[in-house]
């Protein structure tokens, strides 16, 4: 059945995560996006924003612990409220990050962490975390933008936020480098480090995963092809169980020791069988030129 209720994201968490940026992305996606908003004017906006005899339109709300009269206790118990009533399809969107990012983000900014204007940003980054870092726990969707880029960001929220009411859940098939970590957004994680690895060969080494000659290399492996083939007959029955669930994304995460070559390879196989397959699928690689080109970890944004 299409859905009817009005759409409505609740953007918080910490401060310096990326909730201006979200916002942004959610307003570009089609709602009325408005920051900053106290929690007793939360209803009167709500209406405000509802015209008479049409489709009341799609809202997200920026709040976090910068808001006149922020208590997080009451945000979850309105959230909890909210999510009774029959007119409204509201989520929660938590944003995080770690004390390293966020500290680079304020330091780029030269902006003083708003717990703490007069002490360094890590008292206040810390005294943050301990005030609202339960609120994740009631968040229908919880994003650590630290190894993001805006791009990625953007991509990750749209698979959740989207207002494209074309049936079936969205799915994400990355790569990345296990040397920088696991992708925290990541639902299911694969590791190709078993495979060939064309970083040894000199002609291979500068390519990447997506050309030709690395694919035909990594193919020789006698366990490719198997590794491959069971990847599918794993996922795929999981799909219409995720459907059934009502799961709206999911994030298939590939890595390998740098990110460039095998993990490459078997993201780009993944993702085009399963877009053979009828999903909806973007494709993303994370670490592909990490060393090259440094970008992620920074929005460029307002904090």
């Not at 902006?111 to 968040?139: C, K, N, Q, T, W």
């Not at 799915?171 to 078993?194: C, I, N, Q, Y």
């Not at 460039?260 to 999903?279: F, I, M, P, Y």
Request: hydrophobic share 40%; charged share 25%; glycine share 8%.
């Amino acid at each position: 059945m299409p859905e009817t209720r009005r759409p409505f994201v609740l953007v918080t968490g910490l401060s310096g995560a990326g909730r201006a940026t979200a916002l942004h992305a959610l307003e570009d996606f089609g709602y009325v996006a408005v920051d900053n908003i106290p929690l007793p004017l939360m209803s009167d906006l709500m209406r405000s924003t509802a015209g008479p005899g049409e489709l009341a339109a799609p809202l997200a709300f920026g709040i976090d612990t910068r808001t006149h009269g922020f208590d997080a206790a009451e945000l979850v118990r309105r959230v909890q409220g909210l999510r009774q009533r029959t007119d409204l399809a509201p989520r929660l969107l938590f944003l995080t990050a770690d004390t390293e990012t966020l500290q680079r983000r304020y330091t780029e900014s030269r902006r003083p962490h708003p717990l703490a204007p007069d002490r360094p940003v890590l008292d206040g980054i810390v005294d943050e975390r301990d005030r609202i870092g339960f609120v994740a726990d009631s968040a229908d969707v919880v994003i650590d933008t630290s190894a993001l880029s805006p791009h990625q960001f953007k991509q990750i929220l749209s698979g959740h936020f989207s207002l494209d009411r074309a049936p079936g859940m969205r799915l994400s098939v990355m790569s990345f480098s296990f040397r920088r970590g696991l992708p925290r957004e990541a639902d299911l994680v694969f590791d190709a480090r078993f495979l060939k690895n064309p970083h040894y060969v000199p002609d291979l080494k500068p390519l990447t995963g997506r050309d030709e000659a690395v694919v035909a290399f990594i193919e020789t492996d006698p366990d490719y092809r198997a590794f491959i083939n069971q990847l599918k007959a794993l996922i795929g029955p999981l799909l219409p169980r995720f459907d059934a669930e009502g799961k709206s994304y999911l994030t298939i995460a590939v890595g390998c020791t740098g990110g460039r070559h095998r993990s490459v390879a078997v993201a780009e196989a993944l993702a085009d069988w399963l877009r053979k397959a009828g999903r909806s699928a973007t494709l993303t690689h994370r670490d592909v030129d990490f060393g090259r080109s440094r970008q992620g970890g920074s929005f460029g944004m307002r904090v």
